[in-house]
């Protein structure tokens, strides 16, 4: 009968082998692991991608569509911590730097995650009903709101908290809660689904920044996750050249 011989590791061969095993980890999370939203300040080649387009349709918007060359279109999800995170920490410097003076259009569309339904529908809804009774500025201080006292993660608001921030955005109060309460903007909503598929967007909060074409579409890239003001500033100027 043939003794069985075990051949004894090497140091080496264990080292190599501990290598190999964090390099397969790393792979496999990052080819498995979904990514839906992200606070990191990361901004490199992974959360970019170059070379796509998306139009800003008719969603609200701050700024001047016929002076900026720059736009920058979020897609984002009121009951996500991490857009509330972006609105609260990055957005009005962009707004200050960028939008007030003519140089870029701040867009936003709406991309409910399944996870924080019915919520985040009913918030778009009634977010789009103050633009529709009033205007694009009254839309942002209606998202502002809706940020501010969320529970978020599919927490919601309730409609009489909903009624009463649409009033201090300046809506009328009967005709908001009848707009409120046909949901007429469901269709709205699942075309910015749509869009967000049709660039490879599928987290909150992501966002689409290039070139304003007079055609309203947007040419660029993808940033992806709350980003510090530092990465949009980085692509905005990019694209003013």
Do not use: W
């Amino acid at each position: 009968m043939a003794k069985i011989q075990i051949k004894k590791m090497q140091p080496a061969d264990v080292l190599i082998g501990l290598i190999l095993g964090i390099i397969l980890t790393v792979v496999a999370i990052k080819f498995v692991v979904p990514h839906i939203g992200s606070s990191t300040s990361d901004n490199n080649s992974d959360s970019i991608a170059q070379g796509l387009a998306t139009t800003i349709a008719d969603a609200p918007y701050l700024g001047n569509k016929d002076k900026a060359k720059v736009a920058i279109v979020e897609f984002s999800d009121f009951e996500c911590p991490y857009c509330q995170t972006f609105f609260n920490d990055t957005f009005d410097q962009i707004v200050k730097n960028y939008v007030d003076n003519n140089k870029v259009i701040f867009v936003y569309r709406n991309l409910p995650l399944a996870f924080h339904e019915p919520a985040a529908t009913k918030e778009a809804n009634a977010a789009l009903c103050v633009k529709n009774l009033k205007d694009n500025s009254a839309y942002f201080e209606m998202a502002r709101l809706i940020y501010n006292n969320s529970g978020l993660n599919g927490k919601g608001i309730s409609n009489d908290d909903l009624i009463k921030f649409a009033k201090q955005a300046g809506a009328d109060q009967s005709k908001f809660e009848e707009c409120l309460n046909s949901n007429q903007y469901n269709e709205t909503v699942q075309k910015d689904v749509d869009a967000a598929g049709q660039v490879g967007i599928s987290g909150t909060p992501s966002f689409v920044v290039g070139k304003l074409g007079s055609d309203s579409t947007v040419k660029g890239e993808t940033l992806i996750g709350a980003q510090p003001f530092s990465a949009f500033e980085e692509a905005i100027n990019k694209y003013l050249k």
